[in-house]
């Protein structure tokens, strides 16, 4: 069983599309992460939630909106691509914010847009 | 803020010698630390963590890591590398307050014969 699944795995689009890319989690976290990795390997949070509810959003554009129809699904949709949105996007989930024990993350989808 | 220093953006090194990976935090407050690593095209496998008690913590596939709060230093070990640990490797610190996890900018472990 899948932990921490993500649809797709990979996506190529044209520039000005708008993409969705869809997680969820079978492990009964309360918590779920979106990280963006680029091509230099660099890994940084996007958002995160909480029981359906934002508690993290970095400065990500406005492009980027995430949404979270409950606590084990949180989708990510991205309007009008550009290049610079190329990059792996990361799902993860972890069990509550404060415990430490780290997050379980997936697989990962790779976004080229062209 | 916190933040994470993997100062080795790439470690060769010959199947079945020792390695180190460094890695240096800073945080204001009690941190959690964690080695992730990537194989290709996977994501990422949490190889072991930190989060109070001995220094000295095990993860899978053999290494190892110590917690250094006067160095502010995790680095990760192996005694004796394999082909298979070609990956590229990851040290986080979560704090509670920040309520994420911060990554350092990874290090890549090549493994030759």
């Known amino acids: 069983d899948t932990a921490v699944s993500q649809t797709p795995k990979y996506l190529v689009t044209q520039m000005g599309n708008d993409k969705s890319i869809k997680c969820e989690q079978n492990?009964?976290?309360?918590?779920m992460y979106w990280y963006k990795q680029d091509s230099k390997k660099f890994l940084k949070i996007m958002f995160s939630y909480n029981n359906k509810e934002l508690i993290i959003n970095e400065t990500v554009p406005n492009r980027f909106s995430p949404k979270s129809p409950d606590k084990a699904h949180l989708n990510l949709h991205i309007n009008s691509l550009e290049l610079g949105d190329s990059a792996v996007y990361f799902c993860a989930s972890s069990v509550e914010p404060s415990t430490g024990v780290g997050a379980f993350f997936g697989q990962g989808t790779r976004l080229t847009v062209v | 803020a916190q933040s994470v220093t993997q100062l080795d953006s790439q470690v060769p090194v010959f199947e079945e010698a020792p390695v180190e990976l460094r890695c240096n935090y800073s945080?204001?407050?009690?941190?959690?630390l964690f080695w992730y690593v990537q194989y290709p095209n996977q994501g990422l496998q949490l190889l072991l963590k930190y989060l109070s008690g001995s220094t000295l913590v095990k993860g899978i596939n053999g290494f190892e890591a110590e917690f250094n709060k006067s160095q502010t230093s995790f680095h990760l070990r192996k005694p004796s590398v394999h082909i298979s640990d070609t990956a590229e490797y990851f040290c986080?610190?979560?704090?509670?307050?920040?309520?994420?996890?911060?990554f350092g900018t990874g290090t890549r472990l090549q493994v030759t014969l």
């Open positions: 986080a610190v979560w704090t509670g307050t920040a309520s994420k996890l911060t």
């Open positions: 492990l009964g976290h309360d918590t």
């Open positions: 945080s204001s407050v009690s941190v959690y």
